[in-house]
T-cell receptor
């Protein structure tokens, strides 16, 4: 069965600092990969996804992620954190229509 | 873009009553929808797969008689929590896939059973 791990349940960065949220998946066959953001008491919003093609994927709000097959990773980055980036972030994998989610990482942005 | 609407966003009910949550795909047809449950500070756990015109498929450990799923049309799936108890309090989210590489999520429903 597929599994997704996210290193660090809580990450704090200063406003303007680099954001790095880690995601690794366990599978010998590369899945489709996603990052979602969730604000309190809201649903999930897609940040970006990787299906095929270029391994560096750019998403909304200045986020990007790079698929590294050799490392089975799909880490999410943003060069400069903004206060509005504070939220819960979920990495997910899919081989079809169903998704398997990581445990999530709560991002705090300090002024 | 495709939108999935989930209603209600919040509901408080008494123990022993039933609560219905609706999930609608607004501008596309969804023969399949997924229902997830999210515990506090936890990730989303798939509860069941809702299939239009046939029975839902439940994940292991999910009581199908407690969590009734009906996929009445190509744009509507409902989750009914029957005889709700406080331990059923949670955040429930639905999703509808559009193809194999995209899924749209509802806004979620915060259920509180008192």
């Amino acid at each position: 069965a597929q599994s997704v791990t996210q290193l660090g349940s809580h990450v704090s960065v200063s406003e303007g600092a680099l954001v790095l949220l880690r995601c690794n998946y366990s599978s010998s066959v590369p899945p489709y990969l996603f990052w979602y953001v969730q604000y309190p008491n809201q649903g999930l919003q897609l940040l970006l996804k990787y299906t095929t093609g270029a391994t560096l994927v750019k998403g909304i709000n200045g986020f990007e992620a790079e698929f590294k097959k050799s490392e089975t990773s799909f880490h999410l980055t943003k060069p400069s954190a903004h206060m509005s980036d504070a939220a819960e972030y979920f990495c997910a994998v899919s081989y079809g229509q169903n998704f398997v989610f990581g445990p999530g990482t709560r991002l705090s942005v300090l002024p | 873009g495709a939108v999935v609407s989930q209603h209600p966003s919040r509901v408080i009910c008494k123990s022993g009553t039933s609560v219905k949550i609706e999930c609608r795909s607004l501008d596309f047809q969804a023969t399949t929808m997924f229902w997830y449950r999210q515990f506090p500070k936890k990730s989303l756990m798939l509860m069941a797969t809702s299939n239009e015109g046939s029975k839902a498929t439940y994940e292991q450990g999910v009581e199908k008689d407690k969590f009734l799923i009906n996929h009445a049309s190509l744009t509507l799936s409902t989750l009914t929590v029957t005889s709700a108890h406080p331990e059923d309090s949670s955040f429930y989210i639905c999703s509808a896939p559009t193809g194999n590489t995209e899924a749209f999520f509802g806004q979620g429903t915060r259920l509180t059973v008192v």
